[in-house]
């Protein structure tokens, strides 16, 4: 799979902007419950080129798709424009004074994998409107725009993470993230002074946000928590679990619980691990997030359960399922030497159980959204 941004045609354009796909390291469904995530940026790019227009309108073009779309103020877009329109409305409705615009979007982020392309799509648009603007809006105020208006326009019931990491990743590092003050801290990440890496494996099941199972999932959460008189999930904390699970009568919300209150502490314990330079370690906690994702949330596929199994039989230190669930891809830690051997057992695995073939790269940290031209 190629790491370059597909090309956009040529100009001229006012301004051009790129920001990343990414890859969360641990800390899944942990965003909508107050709790803690770390994602990295891929080096995947969306890029996104903008030519002011006088009127009043906005027209967006797809590179991928072959489509352009044009909409005003008053009007409800559908479909992958809506990312881009939904950006448009929540700054309008944050008081910005949004110039008409066109743009032309191109993309390598791989779509429906559960690497974020819609944050992607969502930042460089993002990035773009307020470059025209002349907008001063911080960096660290950006992700919650772009999440509502994904939350809000578009309708799907995401956490923050994704629209921070593509702003706020930098390279060669990871992004904690406590998804209740906003806090970052840059974790250094450097794998290949370890003589690691990280492969992602792009199952091909399906993955898509805007479903009945992520919402349930998010709803039973809220239950929970209100049950167990807590803010969020994110206040139970590990040594408050065994006893808020007997407060809770119906197994699969207890199931539901365990998973967020024992995933932020696999966080936290990867950011301990990273901090004191030992990435190794970090390996089985990656492992026991998949099972807690497959056991507990009940979240993963054949697919993703397949694909984590044969890399953890080919040598991989840890791995498991990245992203909100129902297909998308598998990150394993692996030796940098052994990534080709993890991947070929991968693509065995898929070919004896009857799946089309995986997608296979590896990657490193790589940097948030950033102008490129313009």
Request: charge should be negative; proline fraction near 5%; glycine fraction near 10%.
């Amino acid at each position: 799979m190629s790491t370059a941004p597909q090309r956009l045609p040529d100009g001229p354009y006012d301004c051009v902007w790129a920001s990343p796909g990414r890859v969360n390291l641990i800390g899944e469904h942990t965003d909508y419950n107050d709790g803690y995530v770390l994602p990295f940026a891929l080096p995947h790019l969306t890029v996104a080129g903008a030519r002011r227009l006088a009127a009043p309108e906005w027209r967006i073009a797809s590179e991928q798709t072959g489509e352009t779309v044009t909409f005003t103020a008053d009007e409800k877009v559908e479909g992958w424009a809506a990312y881009a329109a939904g950006i448009v409305w929540a700054l309008r409705e944050a008081g910005h004074d949004v110039p008409g615009a066109e743009l032309t979007v191109a993309s390598d982020v791989p779509f429906g994998a559960g690497l974020s392309s819609s944050a992607a799509l969502e930042c460089a648009v993002m990035a773009c409107l307020l470059d025209l603007a002349g907008a001063d809006v911080p960096l660290a105020d950006r992700p919650r725009l772009a999440q509502r208006a994904e939350n809000a326009y578009v309708g799907a019931p995401t956490g923050i993470m994704d629209q921070s990491a593509s702003t706020l990743c930098r390279a060669g590092h990871a992004l904690f993230l406590d998804c209740r003050s906003l806090a970052t801290e840059q974790v250094p990440f450097d794998l290949a002074a370890q003589g690691l890496a990280i492969l992602v494996v792009d199952s091909k099941a399906p993955h898509e946000h805007v479903s009945g199972e992520y919402a349930a999932r998010r709803r039973s959460c809220e239950q929970a928590a209100k049950i167990l008189d807590v803010p969020a999930l994110r206040d139970i904390g590990a040594g408050g679990l065994d006893a808020a699970l007997a407060r809770l009568d119906d197994e699969v919300m207890r199931r539901r619980v365990r998973h967020v209150v024992t995933e932020d502490q696999r966080v936290l314990d990867t950011v301990d691990a990273l901090r004191a330079g030992d990435a190794r370690a970090v390996g089985p906690l990656l492992t026991a997030s998949h099972a807690s994702m497959r056991d507990d949330y009940e979240i993963t596929v054949p697919e993703v359960d397949t694909a984590v199994a044969a890399a953890l039989a080919a040598g991989a230190h840890g791995a498991r399922m990245t992203g909100g669930g129902f297909g998308g891809c598998v990150l394993a830690l692996v030796d940098a030497e052994r990534c080709a051997e993890v991947e070929a057992a991968v693509r065995g695995a898929f070919a004896d159980a009857g799946f089309a073939p995986p997608d296979a790269f590896a990657v490193t940290p790589a940097e948030g959204t950033h102008r490129i031209g313009g």
